[in-house]
């Protein structure tokens, strides 16, 4: 099975502007999250979406967004960038059991983020 | 936020040593998770222990869950040179399934 593959897997940007990252997930997951990882913060979380829909939400402005198809897939946004966004993103996907937790969480590589 | 605090921060042994490593948090969870993560790439799940298990084991990783204190531990036995990386401990909070609360991470380096 191939794993979670997140493009690109490296971006430069400039201040003010937006950029747009994609997760594809093993397939037969429905579950796709995405994790900032920083020095100073961590790994700290932003988002989750399960069948198309957006189910958690981490406590990030909103010019952070995202979005998953009907193949599950998942898009993340982020608009008006700041230095402050220069980070590690990573997507996660899972497939959750009946009772929807409890599931491992496989992670993609990465996208790192730079902006200048 | 981050979740808690793990213990040590870093930790340098020899091949063949074992490497444990201790995980604080603050919730009431779900589960909690242990991934590794080599040089700043994806990360990697190594175990998960539900709130109501009190030890798993996987290969040469032990983890131990002690809900009444808030902690966990991961013990890597017999490590080796391939183990150095960074460690993190990971809760699914109570009521956030699929939400994952990282902690600081262990910075793990075996010498050869």
């Known amino acids: 099975k191939a794993g979670v593959t997140q493009t690109p897997r490296y971006l430069i940007k400039t201040r003010g502007q937006q950029v747009t990252l994609s997760c594809s997930p093993i397939s037969g997951h429905r579950s796709v999250s995405w994790y900032q990882q920083t020095p100073g913060q961590g790994l700290q979380f932003l988002f989750e979406?399960?069948?198309?829909?957006?189910?958690n939400k981490g406590n990030f402005p909103g010019r952070f967004s995202g979005r998953q198809f009907s193949n599950s897939r998942s898009e993340m946004n982020v608009s008006t960038l700041e230095l402050g966004d220069s980070a590690l993103y990573l997507c996660?996907?899972?497939?959750?059991?009946?009772?929807?937790?409890?599931?491992?969480?496989?992670f993609g590589q990465g996208t790192r983020l730079t902006v200048v | 936020s981050q979740q808690g605090e793990e213990d040590p921060q870093a930790l340098s042994i020899q091949e063949g040593e074992n490497a444990t490593m201790n995980c604080s948090y603050k919730?009431?969870?779900?589960?909690l998770q242990w991934y590794r993560q080599n040089s700043g790439r994806g990360l990697v799940h190594l175990i998960l222990?539900?709130?109501?298990?009190r030890e798993k084991h996987s290969g040469r990783l032990r983890v131990t869950l002690d809900t009444s204190k808030k902690s966990s531990s991961l013990l890597i036995t017999a490590s080796r040179a391939a183990d150095t990386a960074s460690y993190f401990c990971?809760?699914?909070?109570?009521?956030?399934?699929?939400?994952?609360?990282f902690g600081s991470g262990t910075q793990l380096t075996v010498l050869p």
């Open positions: 979406y399960f069948s198309e829909t957006q189910r």
């Open positions: 996660a996907s899972s497939s959750p059991g009946q009772n929807l937790k409890n599931t491992e969480a496989f």
């Open positions: 222990i539900r709130s109501n298990e």
């Open positions: 990971a809760t699914e909070e109570t009521g956030s399934a699929r939400q994952l609360t």
């Open positions: 919730t009431s969870i779900n589960n």
